[in-house]
């Protein structure tokens, strides 16, 4: 039975909004000119690879439902499981259900903790106990190196063949299609990512490749859970912010006066608070409202979706502030120009003026903010969920990876391996995000082109 | 000047009662005082007697915003909106769950918050400044270019890993340091290392490449070109005329910042064991403690308008013609 997050709807919304404006432009010359130079740039060539690959997880990972659980009685009307999967899940469902009794290192072939372990003679011993699915294919564990070494090769071999294969098949349509794009960057990067996932995906075949957490789950899977929060946080956001961010900026720059006061002391005062309490009381408050009507989340998924949401809907009602200020700004010297007046002089009604002529000339600004405050957005998740008010604990986020690894970080010899995973995903997805807004703010700011 | 000054600080007024409402709102309209009761007692099993308790105890009992059965000026003043609220202006901040005066706590844990932030702030500053200085001079080099790959790079690191990855290398690694902890006095210092240094190298990325542009745009001006001009030497140029001049930038943006430091930082000092502001508040976001809370968010907000208003007369200093309007 396919269940419908509402941040499942509103992402897919998203996604549909993004193609339909990238399909839009794409045939205008002086909407696509701005992203044409953004894409001569190597360094967003490379990182919009590797965005694609992290949007592509976190699509698959919003298309839920619930499995059909198996009938007792076949003329009865078929059970739903309560529990919600996503087609991510259904990919990942070895990693997803191989699980172990607790921590476990990256590659272990046994597990963290000593065990009493019963041996044949009825004796028991306290040592290391194998795992159940790491390594659990060897049957003998002195083949390990060999087995790993083998699966190295092999991954990579898989991986220089698949990249063979993409960079032909783009030779022919991609690079035919637009030659000034440099596509060296596109498949160096693509390389980088095979190189990485080839042999990530045959270790994870037969081991745990960043090794189990407290409850034996593999921590792999919970980072490539993690990404979509991150890009529901880090894009949902932005429905909040944009409506009110260009509503408040144009309509303080543009009628001046009283509207302008007004929307500046708004921001003003909005801006004064600090903005980790603010969001703190906000979800403290959002807490209180789902303790206090279980009714409407029938699962805990829903529940958590709930949070996941009101978390990006505060965030967006506290954000709109900085892209409201340039707004403002922008508009206070678009409103001077002559073409303006002209349009007054005419009898061209405000919202038209606004919508026909205003809008289109700060659309720039909209673009290079929002696809700046991403990356802050997706660190902003971390920090929050630390400090406990951030997404639904049993959400996966690196927030909440971090924040169950922090506990151990006193262990002899240390669980690291939460951290790193959590780590190299985040570190991967915010550069490419920092990378690629530069290459934006380059391609779309006036100014820069000198 | 004068006039100035104090037209600025009329301004501030408005939005210090702003602020009150908009938290008035929160955390008693939207969640009122039945909920807060609620979740302090546990959410299953509460009786209305004891919410009724709790609430009466902390004065929570009474109308919100007006009183009818009180008599005279009890009716505006004999309710929660005056109580709670109105008394922030007066910086009376009532008592937390553990029933302790929250000013009084404010004012001891205001110093370890200070010893942290102040350090941090100045170091930062001073080498933030001196890299963006060094991207500047050798722009459009290779090691600008890798200078600022870098700055992206460290910029793209939560801050988390740059204190869990600080207290494990110096703390854990190389025992130079304790890896948590607080004591007063001179002995403060070594507890005081690592989070100054973790903070100061946290902000490197972000700060000098932002620093990195302001010099650039000092330097594409005219006065720049005529002291090339008149042949002197790149490092002249640089530090006498560049620098001074891209400071004021860079110091009217920071002044915003200096009455905030009094806040101290929430990750960094519940990371380090740090008795300061920041982890006040962090544990009582965790304890769900609403009077802290509150208060928190007063202080901060009036602390961040006395930013404001430092930053306008900072512009007034640098800048005559601003005094004119």
Redo the contacts between chains.
Sequence with gaps: MPVLLATDLLVWLLAAAVAGFAWYSSRRPHLALPWARVFRSRAAVASSVFLAVFIALGLLDSLHYRPQLPARDPAAAPAYAVEVRSLLDVLLTPLRTKLEKTYSAPLATRLYQKEQVELPGGKTVREFPRLAHGGAHLKEESHWGRDVALRLLAGLALAIALWSLAVLAARRTLVRRWPQVPWGAAAAALGALLALAGPAALLAAGYHVFGTDRVGSDVLYQALKSIRTSLVIGTLTTLVLLPAGIAAGISAGYFKGWVDDFIQ??Y???????G???I???V??V??YV??HPGLFPTAAQRADFRLLSLCVILGALGWTGLARLLRGETLKLSELEYIQAAHAFGVSHARILGRHILPNVAHIVIISLVLDF?GLV?AE??LS????GVDPSTTS?GTM?NAA?ME?AREP?VWWS?AAA?CF??AL??A???FA?AVRDGFDPRVRV | MTAYIIRRTLYAI??LI??NL??FA??FL??TPD??A??QLG?KRVTPEAIEKWKAERGYDKPLLWNGAAPGAHKATDTIFFEKSVTLFALEFGRAEDNRDIGNEIRTRMWPSLALAIPVFLVGLAVNITFALGMAFFRATYLDFWGVILC??M???????YI?GG??LIS?LWHLVPISGYEGGPDAVKFLVLPVLVGVIGGIGSGSRWYRTLFLEEMGRDYVRTARAKGLAESTVMFRHVLKNALIPILTGVVVVIP?LF?GS??AESFFGIPGLGSY??DA??A?D?AV?RS??FI??VL??LG?LLTDISYTFVDPRVRLN
């Excluded at chain 1, 003003?268 to 600090?274: C, D, E, F, Q, R």
């Excluded at chain 2, 910029?155 to 890993?161: E, N, R, T, Y």
Aim: avoid cysteine; glycine fraction near 4%.
């Design positions: 002391y708004l003003t005062t909005l801006n004064s608070i600090p980790v309490l603010l703190a009381a906000s403290l408050m807490q209180v303790d206090t990356s660190l971390a920090v630390y400090v406990g008010v690196f971090i922090r970080m240390m951290l780590f985040m570190f915010v550069l995000a920092n990378l530069d | 408005p939005i702003g602020i908009i938290t929160l955390f939207v969640n909920d807060m609620r979740m959410v992206v790079a910029m793209s690191i939560s801050s988390l890993f869990i207290q494990y854990k905030l806040m929430l990750i508040t962090i976001i965790q769900q609403f809370v928190m968010v901060g907000s961040y308008i404001l």
